[in-house]
């Protein structure tokens, strides 16, 4: 099993965070664990006439302030259900976030995203991107598309698995599989062909050889059920899917038609790129409306 034992939950006081919130608190049910919600006041530089027209000056917060920011995050968490613990600090946001998650240490953050232009306009600015890029440790992003949670919902239900055979992939299904073994949990492997010249020949075309369509499907699927996990056992909780298309597309689709609660993707870190990632990884970020799960590698 996964052993998710903290969970971050950077907040800004808005309803998107609160979703997020709430997200965090049905995983932290589920799985027993503690949750903190992190409130960062950036620092604020204000003008000074004294200086020179253009010039800043930083402002600096009071304790009185900093108190108010402390209550302000435990009375936005106070009515979850759930013990959360709740801090707000001044620092530099991302930095941060990402400072809390490897001193918690979180297990996974949970972070809302804006939906105004899909993944262009993002949670605190470009906060969720950053953290997304830099974090210790897997990134839930919770799109405001995706359907209300109640704090005492279970989130994971319904788990789709990309996987295209590369390391991170195999990473994110052995994450996926660990969570999908809470009782009444659906895992979904999903495997996308890409549309290649050769699936555009007729059937009577088709030579047999390695580029052959059908061959190339009857592969993908015998190299799905190899990898996956239960394919000797709780096969009826496993579901292989292979589909032809555009990676992000059929992932896309596949969560659309499947009632899926959740993807579990795995990323190459530091790959150039929306995110630093991959732009499959990137476009199913951007455009999903359930809540994605990233792990780098």
Same mark, same amino acid.
């Given at each position: 099993?996964?052993?998710?034992?903290?969970?971050?939950?950077?907040?800004?006081?808005?309803?998107?965070?609160?979703?997020?919130?709430?997200?965090?608190? =049905?995983?932290?049910?589920?799985?027993?664990?503690? *949750?903190?919600?992190?409130?960062? *006041? $950036?620092?604020?530089?204000?003008? %000074?006439? #004294?200086?020179?027209?253009?010039?800043?000056?930083?402002?600096?917060?009071?304790?009185?302030?900093?108190?108010?920011?402390?209550? %302000?995050?435990?009375?936005?968490?106070?009515?979850?259900?759930?013990?959360?613990?709740?801090?707000?600090?001044?620092?530099?946001?991302?930095?941060?976030? *990402?400072?809390? @998650?490897?001193? &918690?240490?979180?297990?996974?953050?949970?972070?809302?995203?804006?939906?105004?232009?899909?993944?262009?306009?993002?949670? &605190?600015?470009?906060?969720?991107?950053?953290?997304?890029?830099? #974090?210790?440790?897997?990134?839930?992003?919770?799109?405001?598309?995706? $359907?209300?949670?109640?704090? @005492?919902?279970? &989130?994971?239900?319904?788990?789709?698995?990309?996987?295209?055979?590369?390391?991170?992939?195999?990473?994110?299904?052995?994450?996926?599989?660990?969570?999908?073994?809470? +009782?009444?949990?659906?895992?979904?492997?999903?495997?996308?062909?890409? !549309?290649? +010249?050769?699936?555009?020949?007729?059937?009577?075309? @088709?030579?047999?050889?390695?580029?052959? +369509? !059908?061959?190339?499907?009857?592969?993908?699927?015998?190299?799905?059920?190899?990898?996956? $996990?239960? =394919?000797?056992?709780?096969?009826?909780?496993?579901?292989?899917?292979? %589909?032809?298309?555009?990676?992000?597309?059929?992932?896309?689709?596949?969560?659309?038609?499947?009632?899926?609660?959740?993807?579990?993707?795995?990323?190459?870190?530091?790959?150039?790129?929306?995110?630093?990632?991959?732009?499959?990884?990137?476009?199913?970020?951007?455009?999903?409306?359930? $809540?994605?799960?990233?792990?780098? *590698?």
């Amino acid at each position: 099993m996964t052993a998710i034992t903290h969970i971050l939950c950077p907040i800004d006081f808005s309803e998107i965070s609160r979703h997020a919130l709430h997200s965090a608190v =049905a995983i932290a049910r589920q799985h027993q664990t503690a *949750v903190t919600a992190l409130y960062v *006041v $950036p620092p604020i530089q204000t003008t %000074s006439s #004294a200086l020179g027209v253009g010039a800043y000056v930083p402002y600096v917060y009071t304790v009185e302030d900093l108190r108010e920011c402390q209550k %302000s995050t435990e009375r936005f968490v106070a009515n979850v259900g759930y013990p959360v613990r709740a801090a707000a600090v001044e620092a530099v946001v991302v930095d941060e976030i *990402v400072k809390w @998650a490897a001193e &918690l240490p979180a297990d996974l953050i949970v972070i809302g995203t804006h939906g105004r232009s899909g993944f262009d306009r993002l949670f &605190l600015g470009s906060v969720t991107e950053r953290v997304l890029a830099k #974090a210790p440790c897997p990134v839930l992003t919770i799109p405001p598309r995706s $359907p209300n949670v109640a704090p @005492a919902t279970p &989130l994971f239900r319904n788990i789709l698995c990309p996987i295209d055979f590369s390391p991170s992939s195999l990473s994110a299904l052995k994450y996926a599989e660990s969570l999908s073994r809470e +009782p009444g949990t659906k895992l979904t492997m999903l495997h996308v062909v890409e !549309r290649a +010249p050769a699936f555009q020949l007729v059937t009577s075309s @088709a030579t047999g050889a390695s580029d052959d +369509p !059908r061959v190339v499907l009857k592969e993908s699927r015998e190299r799905l059920h190899r990898v996956n $996990p239960q =394919a000797k056992g709780r096969a009826d909780m496993v579901n292989e899917l292979i %589909s032809v298309g555009h990676a992000g597309d059929e992932i896309l689709s596949a969560a659309g038609t499947g009632n899926i609660d959740v993807i579990v993707m795995g990323a190459h870190a530091g790959h150039a790129g929306l995110l630093g990632f991959g732009s499959t990884t990137a476009r199913v970020i951007r455009r999903a409306t359930c $809540p994605v799960l990233t792990l780098k *590698v």
